[in-house]
């Protein structure tokens, strides 16, 4: 069995995942920084801070907004539109689904921030899209 912030977090990527593969992108989660990036882009979800959790006594819950962050590097020499594709494409998946099929209260996406001080072997365009996902549980551990 698995707990509310995994279920939220594996359902987060198939939307993003299935948003992003008729654009080609590479989606994974909680991986290493690839060495290549492929000219279609490559997205990377990590599970950030949950934060300090809101909890209400009756019925015990408690209620997180946590942080994930999504990572986004393009390559190639159209990185700028390729990039804007994939932000765009994000940016429809959540607002498609704000609930995860009622998995979650709330999905809020951030503007995207760049990135410094990455090494990489070709030039390359990247930036996070901080995502916040509210959600209650009542097992403390998620």
């Given at each position: 069995m698995s707990s509310t912030a995994e279920t939220i977090f594996a359902a987060l990527?198939?939307?993003?995942?299935?948003?992003?593969?008729?654009?080609?992108a590479t989606v994974e989660r909680n991986t290493s920084m690839p060495d290549r990036i492929g000219p279609q882009g490559h997205v990377t979800l990590r599970e950030a801070d949950p934060g300090e959790p809101y909890v209400t006594m009756s019925p015990l819950e408690y209620e997180y907004e946590h942080q994930i962050d999504i990572e986004v590097l393009v390559s190639g020499t159209d990185r700028d539109a390729t990039f804007d594709a994939l932000k765009v494409a994000i940016g429809a998946a959540v607002l498609a689904n704000r609930t995860l099929g009622g998995l979650?209260?709330?999905?809020?996406?951030?503007?995207p921030a760049d990135l410094d001080d990455l090494a990489m072997h070709e030039p390359v365009k990247a930036a996070v899209i901080v995502l916040f996902v509210t959600y209650?549980?009542?097992?403390?551990?998620g």
């Open positions: 990527q198939g939307v993003i995942s299935a948003a992003l593969t008729p654009l080609g979650c209260i709330w999905l809020e996406a951030t503007p209650k549980t009542s097992n403390p551990l």
